[in-house]
């Protein structure tokens, strides 16, 4: 116990061979920490700027720190003295400080940063076969750096101001996605093919639904696991498509059993597809699908349907395990179902039967 003076008592218990048991004393000597406290702020936007990198360097004493969401750090270290304090964030430039830590003291840390570049835009998006603009339209701006979530106005324009300079991806649902490049201030025309593509580089508007109490759909880079010494989840996106996003069921990583499909299904929706006018719109998907271990034959199942709005046709219905990434191959729609302004795909895996990976 500590006793009210500071005093630490530490006893020595004799063993049951005997032995002299013994009462310590010891009187500690705290030292206390030298602290670094602050708010970094955009010097462009003047808001808070959310995860940079604070980092305390010399003498063996480093200390990282990474700012929240209101841009406020809080760290510090043990020892005194002089140190160098490096504030980095990708999209800005880096600053150093040689600051004085004294124990017992807070050094505060209040500064701005700047971008490496920012530009003033307005912009507008169009239809490419039309040259018709996209009125009041929900899309998306992408970078290494940055993501923008936007909406046109009624004549299909937007405007950014102290927007990050670089490559952007640009996707809206109902549109193929478009490179865009940032390197000035003024107008930008953003033209848009018309059809239904999805490498979930972006976040396009899908939806999920699940009775299984584990292996969830989710968006994410895929995290590898193995069973029988054969990949299960696959440690990589399908390499033919952007960026390394994908829908996966359940991606904690670890054993193969932590998260995969158990007991009950998971369903991935797709935002609404207008068809009605088209006259022989065609599917296609990568798909990666394993069942296996536990005993006797593995007796799960993979299926793929598309819906109209009031019909509904199975288009795929997989039951063979693969360690691989699998092509649909071309699918008519209309061969299976009637085209209508509400089309839906559903991708669907339940655990029918527990007791085998999923």
Known sequence: PFLPSGNQLVTNIPNTNGGTGKLFVFTPTFKRAAYLEGQLLDGCTNQPVAGA???????????????????????????????????????YITQTKNLNFTPGEVTDLNISLERNSAFNVTGKLVNKNTGLSLANTA???KSDVQTYQLQTNASGQFNLTCMFGGNYRVGTWGYLVENAVINSDGNLTISLQPGYYDD???DLGWTTAATASAGLWELGEPVGTTLSGNPSNPDLDVPT???DQCYVTGNNGGSVGNDDVDNGSVTLNSPVMKLAASNDPVLTFNYWFVNGGGGGNPNDHFEVKVSNGTQTATILNETASASQWRFSGEIHLKDHIALTDNMRVQFITADDAPGHIV
Do not use: M, R, W
């Open 53 to 91: 990198t604070v980092q305390i360097s010399g003498n063996g004493t480093p200390s990282t720190a990474i700012t929240d969401n209101s841009g406020s750090i809080k760290t510090g270290i043990a020892a005194s003295g002089t140190f160098l304090v490096t504030i980095s964030k990708a999209g």
């Open 139 to 141: 899309f998306s701006l």
């Open 241 to 243: 498509d952007n960026g």
């Open 200 to 202: 979930y580089e972006l």
